[in-house]
């Protein structure tokens, strides 16, 4: 056994001492170099930080734009509007500037001051919206006269104004309407512009009265018939997984696009308002003409409708002005879509009735007995739709025709013409109906101020065969 000093004479102080140093040295060269890293990544933090905290953000339409007056808050609305996907529905003028509607998101309007939006996110005119940033961008795209160059950017702020341009009111002046055919936006004339005297066109359907009027495209079904037993229901909220209906496709779609964005979105793209603006009013003519075709049968061949009806005049009357009522309605409603083919539907329809100003039964095949104290006015189907408008100052489909666009209802002046000529020519003249002829003919000398009158002599082509209303009958 050694001795403990042999022990210790193994020990060595000076090697220890150096390894000791050597191990401190790359000790605190490891910390360095740690410290160093850990500088490193966070300069790679901030640097990634900076990015998304960037000043400058280039929009849908490829302008870049400062954001560095914006606030934290603020510049994350404007990035989520410059780069967000939205759709205008509708432009129309206002008495201070303009509206746009945008597709289920809110109505945005233009004037002299800060732009607003109904929107929900929106809380005064110091502080944008993402609708208005977004807005803001598309309109700088269609208005400015030279888009920034590589490195230039429009500096915007808060209220989505932006430096250095001019306010965006300012620079739209009176080109909002070429604009928006640009942009192919809807552009709604409001009640001061020429051609819609006294009527705002361009009202809003909300979101479920757009989604049934798109699902009930693909049926037979108008809009205000489509699915009654889901509607009561359909504004209720439900998650996506919550709108299925057991076996009822239909039903399903119609909750999942009230309640879930992407497929209304979608459903929207396949089935844009201009579609389905000319299929209602195409439905409408359809069931017009269905209704006057059986009509027709009932009172030649005594002809039930289908379902057992039995066509007689005040049946008929009741149906038309139904109907009339829904092309009014929808012509507001849906404006400037399917315009064209309402005021042809209407115009076709008179030039139709006016072929029934007549003892519309005479010559029947079934024999038909007369209901008592029934005249010869009362069969007369066209003096039924018109009534007493030297009285009351209505006039059937004229009061509509004539608050259409003047560039419109000169597309029907042919066949309003023809009209005239068919009711001229009928056999039954009435006060009602030299009324309803003169109000016709004022419409039409509008744009042809030439062309005179010729109503003056209307009822002295033929003698009557009774006085309407009278009670006596024909002779047959």
Same mark, same amino acid.
């Given at each position: 056994?050694?001795?403990?000093?042999?022990?210790?004479?193994?020990?060595?102080?000076? $090697?220890?001492?150096?390894?000791?140093?050597?191990?401190?040295?790359?000790?605190?060269?490891?910390?360095?170099?740690?410290?160093?890293?850990?500088?490193?990544?966070?300069?790679?933090?901030?640097?990634?930080?900076?990015? =998304? =905290?960037?000043?400058?953000?280039?929009?849908?339409?490829?302008? $870049?734009?400062?954001?560095?007056?914006?606030?934290?808050?603020?510049?994350?609305?404007?990035?989520?509007?410059?780069?967000?996907?939205?759709?205008?529905?509708?432009?129309?003028?206002?008495?201070?500037?303009? =509206?746009?509607?945008?597709?289920?998101?809110?109505?945005?309007?233009?004037?002299?001051?800060?732009?607003?939006?109904?929107?929900? %996110?929106?809380?005064?005119?110091?502080?944008?919206?993402?609708?208005?940033?977004?807005?803001?961008?598309?309109?700088?795209?269609?208005?400015? @006269?030279?888009?920034?160059?590589?490195?230039?950017?429009?500096?915007?702020?808060?209220?989505?104004?932006? $430096?250095?341009?001019?306010?965006?009111?300012?620079?739209?002046?009176?080109?909002?309407?070429?604009?928006?055919?640009?942009?192919?936006?809807?552009?709604?004339?409001?009640?001061?512009?020429?051609?819609?005297?006294?009527?705002?066109?361009?009202?809003?359907?909300?979101?479920?009265?757009?989604?049934? %009027?798109?699902?009930?495209?693909?049926?037979?079904?108008?809009?205000?018939?489509?699915?009654?037993?889901?509607?009561?229901?359909?504004?209720?909220?439900?998650?996506?997984?919550?709108?299925?209906?057991?076996?009822?496709?239909?039903?399903?779609?119609?909750?999942?696009?009230?309640?879930?964005?992407?497929?209304?979105?979608?459903?929207?793209?396949?089935?844009?308002? @201009?579609?389905?603006?000319?299929?209602?009013?195409?439905?409408?003519?359809?069931?017009? %003409?269905?209704?006057?075709?059986?009509?027709?049968?009932?009172?030649?061949?005594?002809?039930?409708?289908?379902?057992?009806?039995?066509?007689?005049?005040?049946?008929?009357?009741?149906?038309?002005?139904?109907?009339?009522?829904?092309?009014?309605?929808?012509?507001?409603?849906?404006?400037?879509?399917?315009?064209?083919?309402?005021?042809?539907? #209407?115009?076709?329809?008179?030039?139709? /009735?006016?072929?029934?100003?007549? =003892?519309?039964?005479?010559?029947?095949?079934?024999?038909?007995?007369?209901?008592?104290?029934?005249?010869?006015?009362?069969?007369?189907?066209?003096?039924?739709?018109?009534?007493? @408008?030297? /009285?009351? !100052?209505?006039?059937?489909?004229?009061?509509?025709?004539?608050?259409?666009?003047?560039?419109?209802?000169?597309?029907?002046?042919?066949?309003?013409?023809?009209?005239?000529?068919?009711?001229?020519?009928?056999?039954?003249?009435?006060?009602?109906?030299?009324?309803? #002829?003169?109000?016709?003919?004022?419409?039409?000398?509008? !744009?042809?101020?030439?062309?005179?009158?010729?109503?003056?002599?209307?009822?002295?082509?033929? @003698?009557?065969?009774?006085?309407?209303?009278?009670?006596?009958?024909?002779?047959?």
């Amino acid at each position: 056994m050694s001795a403990p000093t042999s022990q210790l004479e193994q020990l060595s102080i000076g $090697s220890n001492m150096a390894t000791t140093r050597d191990q401190a040295q790359r000790g605190a060269e490891t910390i360095r170099e740690e410290k160093e890293c850990a500088d490193d990544s966070s300069s790679e933090e901030d640097g990634s930080e900076s990015e =998304d =905290d960037t000043d400058t953000v280039q929009g849908n339409s490829e302008i $870049s734009y400062d954001l560095s007056n914006l606030s934290r808050s603020e510049k994350a609305r404007a990035v989520s509007g410059l780069t967000g996907e939205f759709v205008v529905d509708k432009c129309r003028t206002t008495r201070d500037g303009f =509206d746009f509607e945008v597709a289920d998101h809110g109505r945005v309007h233009l004037g002299p001051g800060p732009m607003t939006c109904s929107c929900s %996110d929106y809380e005064d005119d110091k502080h944008a919206c993402r609708h208005v940033f977004w807005l803001v961008d598309q309109l700088h795209d269609l208005a400015m @006269p030279r888009r920034p160059g590589p490195g230039e950017s429009i500096s915007l702020y808060d209220n989505g104004e932006s $430096s250095p341009q001019p306010a965006m009111y300012r620079r739209l002046g009176d080109k909002m309407e070429d604009l928006a055919k640009k942009a192919e936006w809807q552009f709604v004339p409001g009640a001061s512009s020429p051609g819609v005297p006294g009527n705002e066109y361009g009202l809003s359907m909300t979101r479920p009265e757009k989604t049934i %009027d798109i699902l009930s495209a693909f049926s037979d079904k108008l809009p205000e018939e489509f699915r009654p037993d889901q509607v009561a229901t359909i504004s209720e909220k439900r998650k996506p997984e919550e709108c299925v209906v057991q076996g009822d496709f239909e039903a399903t779609m119609l909750r999942l696009a009230v309640h879930d964005d992407d497929v209304y979105i979608s459903l929207r793209k396949v089935m844009p308002s @201009p579609a389905r603006a000319q299929i209602y009013f195409n439905k409408i003519q359809a069931r017009l %003409d269905t209704l006057l075709r059986d009509f027709g049968r009932y009172c030649q061949h005594g002809s039930l409708r289908r379902d057992g009806t039995a066509l007689e005049i005040n049946v008929v009357v009741n149906e038309v002005h139904k109907l009339v009522g829904q092309i009014e309605k929808n012509i507001t409603l849906r404006a400037p879509s399917g315009l064209e083919t309402a005021s042809n539907v #209407l115009a076709s329809l008179l030039r139709e /009735v006016s072929g029934y100003n007549r =003892d519309a039964f005479y010559g029947n095949d079934w024999g038909r007995v007369e209901p008592a104290g029934e005249t010869e006015n009362d069969r007369n189907l066209f003096t039924q739709l018109i009534g007493q @408008p030297e /009285v009351s !100052d209505s006039y059937f489909i004229l009061d509509i025709l004539e608050r259409l666009p003047r560039e419109e209802f000169k597309k029907l002046d042919s066949v309003l013409r023809m009209t005239m000529n068919i009711i001229n020519n009928a056999c039954m003249p009435s006060q009602s109906v030299v009324a309803y #002829l003169q109000r016709l003919q004022s419409l039409l000398n509008r !744009d042809h101020p030439a062309a005179g009158s010729s109503v003056a002599a209307y009822g002295q082509k033929r @003698p009557a065969a009774g006085s309407s209303g009278s009670g006596r009958k024909r002779t047959k």
